[in-house]
């Protein structure tokens, strides 16, 4: 079948900051001269001591390292609101909506943003948080949140945003790893309704980490929650009594800035640290070409500030830019699947950016819930976290943006810091599910197994083989596993973990990943996380969890589970075990299909052949491949004519 192509429209050529001819003059530049490229890209930063040091990188183990602009100096939070309080003090902004849409919304300027800012900081300063600290925010999506990012970035302290819907194991563990001693939560976040109790998630995760001596709590619903004595304090009293003024702290460009953990194919989530200067380029940069930014646009990222999307393209992307951010507490489909477009239509949204599976979510509801309303704002869409599929792709093309706006798919990671490979609105003709083509300065090649190059049109292992400005620069507190995580598989090349196929015309689609993640709803989960959680629990002797399609999470959990050998398996357990999970971790991590089975298909050597129970989960069980090194076959046929069906 022939791919359909959207090409670039006549207005957007002519309109957009980037067409199609400076889109080949800029990245052709970027990848032959990047020292001068970079140099003028990063003018859009307002350095404290400007850089002379462009770019030190390399990605081969003897001379390994990743620094840019390393000798300037800058404060990212000044580049957020200082820089604009001349200009556009008065202008919105945070624009946030609430869960429930009988709240009224609140619109922060860039002024009392500032201001809001500045006196948390100097509360963060009077407990004793210095640069270089870290300090865990465990925040519902309120501005609050973007206020902890920025005040934190002002003081040179390092945050570590934990999404507010992981459980207290997962909390405390991350909180551990970095050794925060000072958290921020809220009494309660709200979702769709419910409730979700942060404040006792802290106290329990804190059961765990003797290092916290210091939360500050905010009182978001008003809940009558435990406050420590000597410990806990009221955020908005706390931070009343403190001064509107605070200096800017002067940060070296390889200064952190943030850590935010991830899962990877082994161990426990990662702590992906990233620094100041080349992120700031690299968000500011990908927000204003990527979305074709333009002052005074209202632009609305729809992820949660707990993932590296709310990071980027929340917060600092767009306030760097100075546009006017929007900041969604809810979920799509509360009180019912028009409130997105509601909202959209509310503050007049230009710009809408969001994952495919609230699409898909949406789109099963029915196309009355979107015609109802007039989206006549909107301008241009943009998908991330995920691949999108064609026909999701079909519906938020022609119904939620009625044919008239682009589709920008953003293929990028935690570790990336910002966009690497995404259409640009004005330059790129759009192919439905690709991602296109790459970002200034990013240079995919496609490797086959064995490290060779695959050239023009094919498919591979994705890497990048050249540095760029928003490249975490470590793994907190583990630098080899850094090392070894991206650049040992192939030498000299960041190995993404994605699989990739490009086609006659250069354009990326990415086919996922390749190792042993897997993203269930966009979050990016490890099938080890899930795996340990299981064997955790009493009456688990072994588990062995791969993805399964699922019609709107893209993929779905689905987990091989041996009890121990007194214990009968039964519908009880299964929903223990699934109740476990999600204590163990959070509700993303909910297993889809717990199937017991008395043994896994291991090799003689005892290794589990994931290979094949991936294809079981995948319900394609026509072709296992070879099978002659498993120790007991029989296994894999009880295996398929035991498969629950998904519920
Ligand atoms: O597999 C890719 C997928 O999400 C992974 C990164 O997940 P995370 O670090 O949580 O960051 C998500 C938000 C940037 C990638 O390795 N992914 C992300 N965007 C796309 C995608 N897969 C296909 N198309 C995309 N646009």
New binding site residues.
Partial sequence: MAEAVYPVSAEWARDALIDEGRYREMYERSVSDPESFWREEAQRVDWMRPFTVVKQTSFHEDDFGISWFTDGTLNLSANCLDRHLAARGEEIAILWEADDPSTPERRITYRQLHEQVCRFANLLKSKGVRKGERVTIYLPMVPEAAVAMLACARIGAIHSIVFAGFSPEALAGRITDCDSRIVLTADEGLRGGKKIPLKTNVDEALKECACVDTVIVLAHTGADVHMEDGRDCDWASAAEGQSAECEPAEMNAEDPLFILY?SGSTGKPKGVLHTTGGYAVWASMTHEYVFDYKPGQIFWCAADVG???GHSYVVYGPLMNGATTVMFEGVPNHPDPSRFWQIVDKFGVEIFYAAPTALRSLMREGDEWVRKTSRKSLRLLG??????NPEAWGWYHEVVGEGRCPIV???????TGGVMISPLPGATALKPGS?TRPMFGVQPRLLDSDGREIDGAGDGCLVITDSWPGQMRTVWGDHERFFQTYFSTFKGAYF???GCRRDEDGYYW?T??IDDVI?VS???LGTAEVESALVAHAKVAEAAVVGMPHDIKGQGIYAFVTTNAEVEPDEDLRKALVAWVRHEIGPIATPDVIQFTPALPKTRSGKIMRRILRKIGENDVSNLGDTSTLADPSVVDSLIANRPQPA
């Fill in positions: 991830t993932w590296v999307t998908s991330v976290g995920e691949p999108i798919d953003t293929w990028w990671q935690t570790e991602a993404t973990g994605d990415i996922g990943r993203n966009g979050h990016r």
